[in-house]
């Protein structure tokens, strides 16, 4: 909501610095996004008037004229044809600047000195919607009185502030200026003026006697209310409402159409202004539509109605869509000399869903959605009504067409100062309060511990609504900081989980990964993307009821699209290699429960120089940095995702912590990802259940190590885990540590050969170990291999 500053102070004083207001008003609830000067880019551009034309020596094409800018008179060269001696325009001097960035220097047009330049409506960023008298493709001739020297934004009004309010569904008060003063008033103490609304009605006879209003669905339209205009003359508005409308993001059209607009403006309530001639038999019908009535709007586009869309009829046809638009048929034009104004009160959600049909979202809609106080129509009805005779459109018929039901009631809520106090954990003074609540239009009765809500605010149901108004004016700043009450204060902590979660992402970030975050919604396509089967367990998901989109109409059951998605963006822009990591959650729906099972898993993504070791290397890290021992890595040859060669499911025991491999070539190409991408997905929950954070002290060894190579030819088949194993459980208690430290492979090993070699540690804590005793341990584990593997020692 565009709010100019210079409206806001016809209802409250307004008169500290405009950042502190704005501030202060934020605080106070009303958030403000930000505010401008909408022509603050004009500078040194001053009225000046003609007092000498002639032709330029050497060019048909331009003239030279003399401008008298107040202080002095000074020459420049134009080649304007709509100007003349005497005609006062606005004048850009030496070193001025103009929107756009644009500067005017004084130079030479063809030998003949410039001294500045005049300027045209466009020039000044103005349009003829601003100024219809204003030649489009010339310069902007001002009226004859006036004065001379002048800054041009003071002239026509263009040295505004425009605040701009971020307004919240919740509050259709303040989509009005009227309400925002109101804000205002209270949040700088200062008093809201509240204006009374005279309307003289010089018109003849009854309104009610023009024309007639008949409601037949009261639910969805509960206050209609009219009045009719006599006499009208179309033309445009005066300048201060141009100026207003202008600055709060309205286009002025015509002295009654702005009316309207600036009515809605204020007070925020949508109005409509019907040609009575073109009523037929003057009488308006407010009813559902038929199913399939057409009718053709404003912006003359022909809508197909339905029985749940609500128009403004006459005997014959739809001439408006209620609340949302206008008809065509009944639109006042230049010829206009009767009309009738319309200020109803709608259902808003009824609104909402027909301006969503229609693909017709307008201001007026936007406002009636919200819910409007149906007290506000009259009101609204009036402040037409005496700008109609302020500028001079028309004769106002005395009467109004006042068509309604039953009204709301103001609502009542229990006022308890103490209880509030508790609350909040303040000390206000019930005096302070009730004068808080005063000054935004509530009524107190303190005998009967009692507030009264004003109809406007419809979003006050509680008394807990009635503290957050009460603090949100006394000043959250002003309440005192305090621990929670109890014999003893508690400090927060994180919990175990989110200490795991922590160590996860440290560790990722010191092995040099980038973390990313990802949407959980996504679109049933990733699935064939994937490649995964009809029967994958992961195309069981979660359907959202109300999606933005076909691309994000589910929830997740897998991490990979979305990592996948990531390196295919970076790779595209020219990012040759990289690391990222996510901890995100999958969603998978649970037989006869209603919420899903959310499982949460750390995704690891590499491409460029990085291998399938590159991920194994960083996991055995993760692992470790858990205290996570004795994993192992089994191939797994059936996950369609991934290369069914180099894939390996992370074991520890019978628990799969989760899976690492290469991208299946065929699903690189589906995501557009560079070749041998490599990828991770770990379930954060079984870390959480099988880290070990427990660091337990071991003195230093007293006794020296021995060390033994292995360099044994298997099988090709036989895994290398499977070998540690074996190694491990024969090498008794004198073995401490055992690595692969090389991998080899020739024609002289043989056919389906390979050599692995080992490096193989032993201690013992009591005592130097012997030749014999290493020896010893030595052979009983050759003996194993060989039974086992057919191990030969190369």
Not at 197 to 222: F, Q, R, W
Not at 533 to 544: A, M
């Amino acid at each position: 909501m565009k709010a100019p500053l210079s409206w806001l102070r016809d209802y409250v004083k307004i008169d500290i610095d405009i950042k502190e207001y704005c501030d202060m008003m934020t605080m106070s609830g009303s958030k403000v996004e930000g505010f401008e000067s909408p022509f603050h880019e004009i500078s040194k551009v001053v009225t000046g008037k003609i007092v000498e034309l002639g032709p330029h020596p050497d060019a048909d094409k331009l003239v030279v004229s003399e401008v008298d800018v107040g202080n002095e008179t000074i020459r420049i060269v134009t080649g304007a044809k709509n100007v003349k001696t005497g005609d006062i325009i606005p004048v850009a001097l030496h070193g001025s600047t103009l929107p756009g960035g644009i500067k005017i220097t004084k130079g030479k047009l063809r030998g003949v000195e410039s001294n500045g330049m005049m300027c045209s409506i466009s020039e000044l960023n103005l349009t003829k919607n601003d100024f219809p008298e204003a030649v489009e493709d010339g310069i902007f001739i001002l009226p004859e009185n006036t004065p001379l020297g002048k800054d041009i934004k003071e002239v026509l009004g263009l040295d505004d502030t425009v605040v701009d309010f971020e307004i919240t569904s919740n509050r259709p008060d303040c989509f009005s200026l009227i309400g925002l003063a109101r804000e205002s008033a209270v949040t700088l103490g200062q008093p809201f003026i509240n204006k009374q609304i005279v309307v003289k009605e010089e018109g003849h006879g009854n309104s009610n006697d023009y024309a007639k209003v008949t409601i037949e669905d009261y639910d969805l339209c509960p206050r209609y209310c009219g009045k009719v205009i006599t006499d009208v003359v179309i033309r445009k508005s005066p300048l201060w409402m141009r100026k207003r409308l202008r600055d709060a993001g309205v286009r002025p059209i015509n002295n009654i159409v702005d009316i309207t607009n600036y009515v809605m403006l204020e007070y925020g309530q949508p109005m409509h202004a019907f040609d009575l001639d073109y009523i037929n038999d003057k009488h308006i019908i407010v009813r559902r539509a038929s199913d399939g009535e057409k009718m053709n709007t404003l912006d003359d586009q022909e809508r197909v109605l339905n029985v749940n869309n609500l128009v403004i009829a006459d005997g014959k046809q739809a001439v408006a869509v209620a609340g949302v638009m206008g008809g065509a048929d009944s639109e006042v034009n230049d010829n206009t000399r009767n009309i009738l104004f319309e200020s109803a009160n709608f259902k808003g959600v009824n609104v909402r869903l027909t301006a969503k049909q229609l693909g017709l979202r307008t201001e007026s809609s936007a406002r009636f959605e919200k819910g409007l106080d149906p007290y506000n129509t009259k009101t609204a009805l009036l402040r037409a009504c005496e700008l109609v005779e302020m500028i001079g459109v028309g004769k106002v018929v005395p009467g109004m067409i006042d068509n309604h039901q039953s009204l709301p009631e103001k609502r009542v809520i229990p006022f308890n100062a103490e209880k509030i106090n508790r609350f909040l954990g303040t000390d206000i003074s019930s005096e302070q309060m009730i004068q808080i609540l005063e000054s935004l239009e509530f009524k107190v009765d303190i005998k009967k511990m009692e507030a009264y809500v004003p109809t406007f605010r419809p979003d006050v149901e509680a008394w807990a609504d009635i503290a957050e108004e009460i603090v949100r004016f006394y000043g959250y700043n002003n309440i005192q900081s305090s621990l929670m009450s109890g014999e003893q204060a508690t400090q927060g902590e994180k919990t175990y989980q989110q200490k795991i979660k922590d160590i996860i992402k440290n560790t990722m970030v010191s092995l040099g990964l980038m973390e990313t975050y990802t949407y959980s919604f996504t679109s049933r396509k990733v699935f064939d993307k994937l490649m995964l089967s009809t029967d994958s367990p992961l195309r069981n998901t979660v359907v959202i009821q109300n999606p933005l989109g076909e691309d994000f109409s589910i929830m997740r059951t897998t991490t990979v699209p979305e990592m996948l998605q990531v390196i295919s963006h970076n790779d595209n822009r020219r990012i040759y290699e990289g690391m990222f990591f996510e901890t995100a959650y999958t969603y998978h729906p649970v037989k006869n429960e209603k919420l899903p099972e959310e499982k949460n898993v750390l995704t690891i993504g590499l491409y460029g120089k990085y291998s399938f070791l590159s991920i194994k290397g960083m996991v055995e890290t993760l692992l470790e940095s858990l205290g996570i021992n004795e994993v192992i890595y089994v191939a797994e040859t059936d996950n369609a995702i991934y290369h069914p060669g180099r894939c390996a499911a992370i074991m520890k025991g019978d628990r799969k912590i989760g899976v690492i491999g290469e991208i299946h070539p065929d699903v690189e190409k589906n995501f557009g990802t560079p070749k041998r991408v490599i990828v991770g997905e770990i379930s954060i929950d079984i870390l959480v259940e099988l880290a070990d954070m427990k660091k337990n002290y071991k003195s230093l060894p007293k006794y020296p190590e021995m060390d033994r190579d292995l360099a044994l030819v298997v099988d090709e088949e036989i895994l290398a885990f499977e070998l540690e194993t074996a190694i491990r459980e024969n090498g008794g208690k004198l073995l401490e540590k055992i690595s692969l430290f090389d991998v080899y492979r020739s024609e002289q090993l043989g056919d389906n050969k390979k050599s692995m070699a080992y490096s193989l540690t032993f201690r013992a804590d009591d005592r130097t170990l012997t030749d014999e005793e290493v020896n010893n341990a030595l052979n009983k584990i050759l003996k194993k291999l060989k039974e086992r593997f057919n191990a030969v020692l190369r």
